[in-house]
Protein backbone atom coordinates (compact mmCIF):
# COMPACT_ATOMS: atom_id res chain seq x y z
CA UNK A 1 0.00 0.00 0.00
CA UNK A 2 1.01 3.43 -1.38
CA UNK A 3 1.70 5.60 2.13
CA UNK A 4 2.16 9.39 2.68
CA UNK A 5 4.47 10.50 5.94
CA UNK A 6 3.64 13.29 7.63
CA UNK A 7 6.17 14.03 10.22
CA UNK A 8 5.08 16.63 13.19
CA UNK A 9 6.99 17.25 16.45
CA UNK A 10 4.88 15.75 19.27
CA UNK A 11 5.81 17.99 22.54
CA UNK A 12 4.58 15.47 24.64
CA UNK A 13 6.69 12.46 23.53
CA UNK A 14 10.00 11.99 25.38
CA UNK A 15 11.82 11.30 21.72
CA UNK A 16 10.09 14.58 20.84
CA UNK A 17 9.46 13.64 17.50
CA UNK A 18 6.33 11.11 16.16
CA UNK A 19 5.95 9.65 13.07
CA UNK A 20 2.14 9.07 11.56
CA UNK A 21 2.00 6.85 8.82
CA UNK A 22 -1.36 8.33 6.70
CA UNK A 23 -2.47 5.63 3.63
CA UNK A 24 -3.93 7.51 0.71
CA UNK A 25 -7.27 6.49 1.38
CA UNK A 26 -6.74 8.75 4.77
CA UNK A 27 -6.35 11.28 2.54
CA UNK A 28 -9.48 11.33 0.71
CA UNK A 29 -12.11 14.00 1.80
CA UNK A 30 -15.52 12.30 2.32
CA UNK A 31 -17.05 15.12 2.31
CA UNK A 32 -16.36 15.52 -1.17
CA UNK A 33 -16.71 11.85 -2.65
CA UNK A 34 -18.15 11.98 -6.38
CA UNK A 35 -21.32 10.68 -6.22
CA UNK A 36 -20.42 9.09 -9.60
CA UNK A 37 -17.51 7.75 -11.12
CA UNK A 38 -17.78 6.29 -14.41
CA UNK A 39 -14.37 3.68 -15.62
CA UNK A 40 -13.59 2.62 -19.12
CA UNK A 41 -11.74 -0.30 -18.26
CA UNK A 42 -8.77 -0.24 -21.08
CA UNK A 43 -5.41 -2.44 -21.42
CA UNK A 44 -6.54 -5.92 -20.71
CA UNK A 45 -5.24 -6.99 -24.09
CA UNK A 46 -2.05 -5.19 -23.98
CA UNK A 47 -1.16 -6.08 -20.28
CA UNK A 48 -1.66 -10.11 -21.63
CA UNK A 49 0.73 -9.16 -25.07
CA UNK A 50 3.24 -7.46 -22.18
CA UNK A 51 3.25 -10.69 -20.53
CA UNK A 52 3.30 -12.99 -23.81
CA UNK A 53 -0.15 -14.11 -22.63
CA UNK A 54 -3.74 -14.43 -24.75
CA UNK A 55 -5.97 -11.22 -24.27
CA UNK A 56 -8.57 -13.59 -22.85
CA UNK A 57 -5.96 -13.96 -20.08
CA UNK A 58 -5.83 -10.17 -19.63
CA UNK A 59 -9.64 -10.16 -19.05
CA UNK A 60 -9.43 -12.61 -16.63
CA UNK A 61 -7.04 -10.76 -14.49
CA UNK A 62 -9.54 -7.70 -15.20
CA UNK A 63 -11.94 -9.19 -13.54
CA UNK A 64 -9.85 -9.25 -9.95
CA UNK A 65 -9.70 -4.98 -10.78
CA UNK A 66 -13.00 -5.06 -11.18
CA UNK A 67 -13.91 -7.19 -7.74
CA UNK A 68 -11.24 -4.60 -5.60
CA UNK A 69 -12.28 -1.26 -7.47
CA UNK A 70 -16.51 -2.63 -6.49
CA UNK A 71 -14.94 -3.39 -3.22
CA UNK A 72 -13.14 -0.06 -3.04
CA UNK A 73 -15.82 2.08 -3.77
CA UNK A 74 -18.52 0.43 -1.54
CA UNK A 75 -15.95 1.12 1.50
CA UNK A 76 -16.21 4.42 0.37
CA UNK A 77 -19.87 5.08 0.00
CA UNK A 78 -19.96 5.44 -3.24
CA UNK A 79 -23.53 5.54 -4.44
CA UNK A 80 -23.06 4.76 -8.14
CA UNK A 81 -20.27 3.41 -10.13
CA UNK A 82 -20.85 2.66 -13.73
CA UNK A 83 -18.15 -0.03 -15.58
CA UNK A 84 -18.00 -0.05 -19.32
CA UNK A 85 -17.68 -3.30 -19.67
CA UNK A 86 -18.34 -4.17 -23.62
CA UNK A 87 -18.94 -1.92 -25.73
CA UNK A 88 -21.12 -2.13 -29.18
CA UNK A 89 -18.39 -2.18 -30.79
CA UNK A 90 -16.84 -5.35 -29.40
CA UNK A 91 -19.00 -7.23 -31.28
CA UNK A 92 -16.84 -6.95 -33.85
CA UNK A 93 -13.41 -8.11 -32.08
CA UNK A 94 -12.94 -11.77 -33.18
CA UNK A 95 -15.18 -14.54 -32.51
CA UNK A 96 -13.16 -16.05 -29.82
CA UNK A 97 -12.77 -13.33 -27.59
CA UNK A 98 -16.74 -12.34 -27.86
CA UNK A 99 -17.12 -16.04 -26.46
CA UNK A 100 -14.99 -15.68 -24.09
CA UNK A 101 -16.12 -12.56 -22.83
CA UNK A 102 -19.43 -13.55 -22.80
CA UNK A 103 -18.34 -16.77 -20.75
CA UNK A 104 -16.38 -14.70 -18.23
CA UNK A 105 -19.73 -12.46 -17.60
CA UNK A 106 -21.68 -15.53 -16.95
CA UNK A 107 -19.50 -16.97 -15.02
CA UNK A 108 -18.24 -13.85 -12.95
CA UNK A 109 -21.93 -12.63 -12.24
CA UNK A 110 -23.08 -16.27 -10.90
CA UNK A 111 -19.96 -15.78 -8.62
CA UNK A 112 -20.49 -12.79 -7.45
CA UNK A 113 -23.87 -12.60 -6.54
CA UNK A 114 -23.56 -13.78 -3.10
CA UNK A 115 -20.83 -11.21 -2.78
CA UNK A 116 -22.79 -8.40 -3.99
CA UNK A 117 -25.70 -9.05 -1.43
CA UNK A 118 -23.13 -9.44 1.28
CA UNK A 119 -21.69 -5.93 0.59
CA UNK A 120 -25.58 -4.74 -0.10
CA UNK A 121 -24.56 -3.51 -3.72
CA UNK A 122 -27.63 -3.40 -6.60
CA UNK A 123 -26.51 -4.76 -9.72
CA UNK A 124 -27.62 -2.47 -12.72
CA UNK A 125 -26.77 -2.88 -16.87
CA UNK A 126 -27.45 -0.67 -19.44
CA UNK A 127 -26.92 -1.43 -23.49
CA UNK A 128 -28.13 -3.22 -25.68
CA UNK A 129 -29.04 -6.20 -23.35
CA UNK A 130 -31.21 -8.59 -26.20
CA UNK A 131 -27.86 -8.33 -27.88
CA UNK A 132 -26.41 -10.84 -25.10
CA UNK A 133 -26.28 -14.68 -25.43
CA UNK A 134 -29.47 -16.11 -23.89
CA UNK A 135 -27.95 -17.64 -21.03
CA UNK A 136 -26.09 -14.06 -19.91
CA UNK A 137 -29.41 -12.34 -20.05
CA UNK A 138 -30.83 -14.77 -17.71
CA UNK A 139 -27.76 -14.95 -15.23
CA UNK A 140 -28.28 -10.66 -14.90
CA UNK A 141 -31.96 -11.02 -14.82
CA UNK A 142 -31.50 -13.34 -11.32
CA UNK A 143 -28.69 -11.00 -10.77
CA UNK A 144 -30.65 -7.68 -10.62
CA UNK A 145 -34.07 -9.75 -9.02
CA UNK A 146 -31.52 -10.78 -6.30
CA UNK A 147 -29.95 -7.69 -5.31
CA UNK A 148 -32.27 -5.33 -5.82
CA UNK A 149 -33.74 -4.56 -2.34
CA UNK A 150 -29.93 -3.32 -1.72
CA UNK A 151 -29.56 0.15 -0.59
CA UNK A 152 -25.81 0.46 -0.75
CA UNK A 153 -23.50 1.14 -3.74
CA UNK A 154 -25.57 1.02 -7.32
CA UNK A 155 -22.94 -1.45 -9.93
CA UNK A 156 -24.13 -0.38 -13.12
CA UNK A 157 -22.35 -2.92 -16.10
CA UNK A 158 -22.55 -1.18 -19.41
CA UNK A 159 -22.87 -4.02 -21.73
CA UNK A 160 -23.36 -3.73 -25.55
CA UNK A 161 -23.22 -0.07 -24.62
CA UNK A 162 -22.56 2.85 -26.97
CA UNK A 163 -23.51 6.25 -26.63
CA UNK A 164 -24.66 6.52 -30.17
CA UNK A 165 -27.10 3.47 -29.84
CA UNK A 166 -28.27 4.94 -26.66
CA UNK A 167 -29.11 8.51 -27.91
CA UNK A 168 -30.48 6.91 -31.22
CA UNK A 169 -32.97 4.70 -28.87
CA UNK A 170 -33.79 7.18 -26.93
CA UNK A 171 -34.81 9.60 -29.78
CA UNK A 172 -36.75 6.85 -31.90
CA UNK A 173 -38.80 5.98 -28.41
CA UNK A 174 -39.72 9.61 -28.12
CA UNK A 175 -40.76 9.69 -32.05
CA UNK A 176 -43.22 6.83 -31.00
CA UNK A 177 -44.22 8.28 -28.16
CA UNK A 178 -45.12 12.10 -30.17
CA UNK A 179 -46.92 9.81 -33.05
CA UNK A 180 -48.94 7.83 -30.34
CA UNK A 181 -49.87 11.37 -29.12
CA UNK A 182 -48.64 10.29 -25.00
CA UNK A 183 -45.84 13.24 -25.87
CA UNK A 184 -45.91 16.87 -27.69
CA UNK A 185 -43.03 18.07 -29.52
CA UNK A 186 -43.57 21.20 -27.68
CA UNK A 187 -43.67 19.68 -24.20
CA UNK A 188 -39.35 18.27 -24.79
CA UNK A 189 -37.08 19.72 -22.66
CA UNK A 190 -33.52 18.58 -21.94
CA UNK A 191 -35.22 16.63 -19.14
CA UNK A 192 -37.18 14.92 -21.93
CA UNK A 193 -34.62 13.83 -23.22
CA UNK A 194 -32.44 12.64 -20.27
CA UNK A 195 -35.45 10.44 -18.90
CA UNK A 196 -35.31 8.29 -22.26
CA UNK A 197 -32.24 7.50 -21.69
CA UNK A 198 -31.17 4.47 -19.97
CA UNK A 199 -29.11 6.11 -17.32
CA UNK A 200 -32.55 8.14 -16.28
CA UNK A 201 -32.36 6.67 -13.07
CA UNK A 202 -28.86 7.60 -12.23
CA UNK A 203 -27.45 10.90 -11.80
CA UNK A 204 -24.82 12.28 -14.00
CA UNK A 205 -21.46 10.73 -13.16
CA UNK A 206 -18.94 13.25 -11.72
CA UNK A 207 -15.88 11.36 -12.36
CA UNK A 208 -14.46 9.70 -15.19
CA UNK A 209 -11.67 7.35 -15.49
CA UNK A 210 -10.05 5.62 -18.07
CA UNK A 211 -7.01 3.35 -17.49
CA UNK A 212 -3.80 2.59 -19.96
CA UNK A 213 -2.89 6.06 -21.44
CA UNK A 214 -5.46 6.45 -23.82
CA UNK A 215 -7.04 9.54 -24.33
CA UNK A 216 -10.87 9.10 -25.18
CA UNK A 217 -14.49 8.73 -24.30
CA UNK A 218 -15.41 5.87 -27.15
CA UNK A 219 -18.56 6.49 -27.38
CA UNK A 220 -19.05 6.25 -23.26
CA UNK A 221 -21.61 8.39 -22.02
CA UNK A 222 -21.57 11.13 -24.37
CA UNK A 223 -24.48 12.75 -22.79
CA UNK A 224 -23.86 11.98 -19.42
CA UNK A 225 -20.14 12.93 -19.25
CA UNK A 226 -20.66 16.65 -20.16
CA UNK A 227 -19.38 17.57 -16.86
CA UNK A 228 -17.45 15.33 -15.44
CA UNK A 229 -13.71 15.37 -14.29
CA UNK A 230 -12.10 13.54 -16.87
CA UNK A 231 -9.43 11.34 -15.00
CA UNK A 232 -6.37 9.40 -17.37
CA UNK A 233 -3.83 6.94 -16.19
CA UNK A 234 -1.39 4.81 -17.82
CA UNK A 235 -1.97 1.72 -15.35
CA UNK A 236 -3.79 -1.25 -17.33
CA UNK A 237 -6.55 -2.29 -16.13
CA UNK A 238 -5.91 -5.44 -14.87
CA UNK A 239 -2.74 -3.60 -12.20
CA UNK A 240 -5.75 -1.01 -11.21
CA UNK A 241 -6.60 -1.38 -7.44
CA UNK A 242 -7.84 0.56 -4.85
CA UNK A 243 -5.03 2.78 -4.28
CA UNK A 244 -5.27 4.04 -7.96
CA UNK A 245 -8.88 4.49 -7.36
CA UNK A 246 -8.05 6.83 -4.29
CA UNK A 247 -5.80 8.84 -7.01
CA UNK A 248 -7.82 9.58 -9.07
CA UNK A 249 -10.65 10.44 -6.32
CA UNK A 250 -8.00 12.74 -4.89
CA UNK A 251 -6.92 13.92 -8.30
CA UNK A 252 -10.74 14.98 -8.44
CA UNK A 253 -10.83 16.36 -5.44
CA UNK A 254 -7.98 18.85 -6.29
CA UNK A 255 -10.21 20.02 -9.47
CA UNK A 256 -11.75 23.32 -9.41
CA UNK A 257 -15.51 22.61 -10.91
CA UNK A 258 -17.08 25.69 -12.65
CA UNK A 259 -19.96 24.15 -14.62
CA UNK A 260 -19.64 27.28 -17.09
CA UNK A 261 -19.16 30.25 -14.30
CA UNK A 262 -16.04 31.81 -13.64
CA UNK A 263 -13.30 30.73 -10.71
CA UNK A 264 -14.14 34.03 -9.21
CA UNK A 265 -18.04 33.03 -9.33
CA UNK A 266 -17.68 29.12 -7.50
CA UNK A 267 -14.70 30.43 -4.98
CA UNK A 268 -17.11 33.13 -3.61
CA UNK A 269 -20.22 32.07 -4.17
CA UNK A 270 -21.26 34.68 -6.28
CA UNK A 271 -24.61 33.96 -7.38
CA UNK A 272 -25.61 34.26 -11.34
CA UNK A 273 -27.16 37.35 -12.34
C1 LIG B 1 -10.66 -3.30 -22.71
O1 LIG B 1 -9.38 -3.80 -22.83
C2 LIG B 1 -11.51 -4.20 -21.96
C3 LIG B 1 -12.63 -4.81 -22.42
C4 LIG B 1 -13.12 -4.67 -23.80
C5 LIG B 1 -13.41 -5.73 -21.60
C6 LIG B 1 -13.37 -5.39 -20.15
C7 LIG B 1 -13.76 -6.57 -19.40
C8 LIG B 1 -13.35 -6.86 -18.16
C9 LIG B 1 -12.54 -6.00 -17.30
C10 LIG B 1 -13.74 -8.13 -17.58
C11 LIG B 1 -15.01 -7.96 -16.82
C12 LIG B 1 -16.11 -7.85 -17.76
C13 LIG B 1 -16.90 -8.81 -18.09
C14 LIG B 1 -17.71 -8.68 -19.33
C15 LIG B 1 -16.95 -10.04 -17.27
P1 LIG B 1 -8.87 -4.15 -24.29
O2 LIG B 1 -9.17 -5.57 -24.56
O3 LIG B 1 -9.45 -3.17 -25.25
O4 LIG B 1 -7.34 -3.92 -24.09
P2 LIG B 1 -6.32 -3.37 -25.19
O5 LIG B 1 -6.77 -1.96 -25.52
O6 LIG B 1 -5.02 -3.38 -24.47
O7 LIG B 1 -6.37 -4.28 -26.35
Known amino acids: MQLNFITFAAQSQPLGQMIFYMSLKDTINMQKLPRHIAIIMDGNGRWAKEKGEDRLFGHLHGVESVRNIVEGCAELGI ?70 TNTGLNLIMALSYSSRWELMAAVKQIAIDVKAGSLQPEQITQDTLQQYLSTSSFPDPELMVRTSGEYRISNFLLYQLAYAELYFTNTRW ?4 KDNLYEAIIDFQNRERRFGKTGDQIREEIPIS
Open 238 to 241: PDFR
Open 79 to 148: EYLTLYAFSTENWDRPAYEVTGLMELLVDTIRKEVPTLNKNNIKLHAIGDISMLPENAQKELKEAFEETS
